[in-house]
């Protein structure tokens, strides 16, 4: 048994911010920003929440996969940046899209929640729990981020996206003779990394019972310490993923990662001794969407014709937590 992604649905907030508008807010210029991490532009909410932006990409998912609401039965959204505490992304999505029968839950692992979330959804759907889910990865990192520091705001942008995966009962054989579905999942945590990505929490009651001021609410990042990290765990989780499915990177179709910085992904190109033209980028228009990087990246990929059936595709990603993943699967 294995799953397969039959659907997949991506959202955006409508405003676009460039580099350029960013040079009015810190010291930085488009220059420096495209040749460092190659993103030119980013959209950020002026009203759109996680919640919104998430029933979006769900709904265009469900759509593709020509199920009904009524139909999905487990709801997984993988954010570091909800709306509200309490309740969960995941049961503000299943309200707004009516999906009355389904079960509903978050899940934060940074910018390798969707991956997670993927390989979560594999396990209750191996397992007979389930027979479908909808994951998805929706952030609006635009409120966790200094708008005054250089190092973070230039990165981060807002956005959901989303896959609908369902059991997969009988094989289906591609063209190509390939099995259709996942064939592998890596993943892996390293928490005494952890601080080198990192966001207080806003409730914390430290400062009321110590008198401690909390000095930093947004994102704090050392930028080199995470692009080290990036450099050296996802080649090697990408290796260890194809290794354990018996694959060679000349298998691999297309390999769909972590759109953190354009460096990091030539980085990974040049370790796994990959053709760079096999790693498809959004990164320039739409910047770090954390979770919802690879799932909106997957959406544009299948919607263009990019990816074909039978294609076989690695997904990777590394986050705060530290976490990092990769999943192997045949479209
Ligand atoms: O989803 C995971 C999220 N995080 C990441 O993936 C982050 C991974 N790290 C990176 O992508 C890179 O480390 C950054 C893009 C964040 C920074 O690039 P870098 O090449 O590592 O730059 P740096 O931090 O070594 O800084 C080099 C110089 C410094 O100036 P001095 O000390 O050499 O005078 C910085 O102050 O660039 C300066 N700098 C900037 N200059 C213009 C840092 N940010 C900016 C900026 N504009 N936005």
Redesign the pocket.
């Known amino acids: 048994m294995t799953i397969r992604i039959t659907g997949t649905g991506s959202a955006l907030p409508e405003k676009i911010v460039t580099n350029f508008d960013l040079q009015e807010l810190?010291?930085?210029?488009d220059e420096?920003?495209q040749k460092?991490?190659g993103i030119a532009q980013r959209r950020v909410s002026t009203g759109e929440t996680v919640s919104t932006l998430a029933a979006k990409a769900c709904q265009k998912a469900l759509e593709m996969s020509g199920k009904t609401v009524e139909e999905v039965e487990l709801i997984l959204v993988a954010t570091c940046s909800p709306e509200l505490l309490l309740p969960c992304c995941a049961c503000q999505v299943q309200d707004s899209i009516g999906a009355s029968n389904a079960v509903a839950f978050d899940l934060n692992a940074?910018?390798a929640g969707f991956l997670f979330g993927l390989n979560t959804a594999y396990a209750y759907l191996q397992s007979g729990i389930y027979k479908n889910a909808l994951i998805v990865g929706s952030e609006v990192l635009s409120k966790l981020v200094d708008w005054n520091d250089?190092?973070t705001c230039?990165?981060f942008g807002d956005g959901a996206g989303a896959a609908f995966v369902e059991a997969a009962e009988a094989d289906i054989v591609c063209e190509n003779g390939r099995r259709a579905g996942l064939e592998c999942i890596v993943q892996g945590s390293d928490g005494a990394k952890g601080m080198v990505?990192s966001c207080v929490e806003r409730t914390l009651n430290s400062a009321f019972f110590s008198g401690n001021k909390i000095e930093n609410l947004f994102i704090q990042?050392d930028?080199?310490e995470?692009?080290k990290f990036?450099t050296k765990q996802v080649p090697a989780c990408i290796q260890q993923a194809l290794d354990k499915s018996g694959m060679t990177v000349n298998d691999v179709d297309w390999f769909l990662l972590?759109q953190?910085?354009v460096?990091?992904i030539e980085s990974v190109a040049k370790h796994l001794k990959a053709d760079i033209a096999k790693f498809p980028m959004n990164i320039h228009d739409v910047g770090?969407m954390?979770s919802a990087t690879i799932p909106v990246l997957l959406d544009a990929c299948c919607r263009s014709g990019k990816i074909k059936k039978g294609d076989r595709i690695v997904l990777s990603g590394?986050?705060?937590g530290l976490t990092y993943g990769a999943s192997v699967l045949v479209w």
């Open positions: 810190v010291d930085t210029s420096w920003i460092r991490t940074a910018c250089r190092g230039i990165l990505l990042m930028g080199q995470v692009y990036a972590h953190a910085n460096r990091i770090n954390s590394f986050g705060a």
